[in-house]
């Protein structure tokens, strides 16, 4: 059976109604990417959040960090596996085929990324951005300790933070919403 046949149970703004930045940014991802994510059809629901969320994306996900790229989308889908969010399992788990040119890799962190055989860094890595999510009152000196042993610098660990938080913020509005991931992404990178 395939996926529901819409962005989010609320109606996406028609594109014409959009401001001139906002059309100007979609046509830029559906450029770059051949398809606009139905994450940012969704923000457009509010404009003034779009540009927010756009921005924060770019930052936390693609702007400088100790971190590759491939890391924080890693943990996006291990915090997204945790709060078993369909829409970032299937496109973040899309990203992390693409970038590590391993499709085992992705299917292994969306089902349990215990599984993938991962050491050290990304261990110690994708085992925080967990705990920060299900268990985040439990997080202490110690989980930190772990990461500076893995080789992870303060900024580093501001980083996974980052990421793992900003996550499980997107996790909890792609869930309210029923939003769905872009058809495309299903095929990508097998």
């Known amino acids: 059976m395939p996926q529901p046949d819409h962005v989010m149970n609320l109606k996406v703004p028609d594109f014409d109604s959009l401001d001139d930045d906002v059309k100007k940014y979609l046509n830029i991802c559906k450029e770059k990417l051949g398809i606009i994510p139905n994450v940012l059809l969704t923000y457009?629901?509010?404009?003034?959040?779009?540009?927010?969320?756009?921005r924060m994306y770019n930052e936390v996900v693609l702007g400088t960090s100790g971190?590759?790229?491939?890391?924080?989308?890693?943990?996006?889908?291990?915090?997204?596996?945790?709060?078993?969010?369909?829409?970032?399992?299937?496109?973040?788990?899309?990203?992390?085929?693409?970038l590590a040119d391993d499709p085992e890799l992705g299917e292994l962190l969306v089902m349990n990324w215990r599984a993938a055989g991962l050491e050290g860094r990304h261990f110690a890595m994708l085992e925080y951005a967990e705990k920060l999510t299900k268990t985040p009152e439990l997080i202490s000196n110690e989980d930190t300790f772990?990461?500076?042993?893995?080789?992870?610098?303060?900024?580093?660990?501001?980083?996974?933070?980052?990421?793992?938080?900003?996550?499980?913020?997107?996790?909890?509005?792609?869930?309210?919403?029923?939003?769905?991931?872009?058809?495309?992404?299903?095929?990508?990178?097998r």
């Open 44 to 54: 457009t629901f509010n404009q003034n959040k779009f540009r927010t969320f756009s």
């Open 67 to 98: 971190l590759s790229v491939l890391e924080r989308e890693m943990i996006a889908v291990v915090v997204s596996s945790c709060n078993k969010c369909y829409y970032c399992l299937v496109a973040h788990g899309q990203a992390v085929r693409e």
């Open 146 to 189: 772990k990461l500076t042993e893995a080789g992870f610098s303060e900024a580093d660990l501001f980083d996974i933070a980052d990421v793992a938080a900003f996550f499980n913020y997107t996790n909890r509005m792609a869930l309210s919403l029923d939003m769905m991931p872009n058809i495309e992404y299903h095929s990508k990178n």
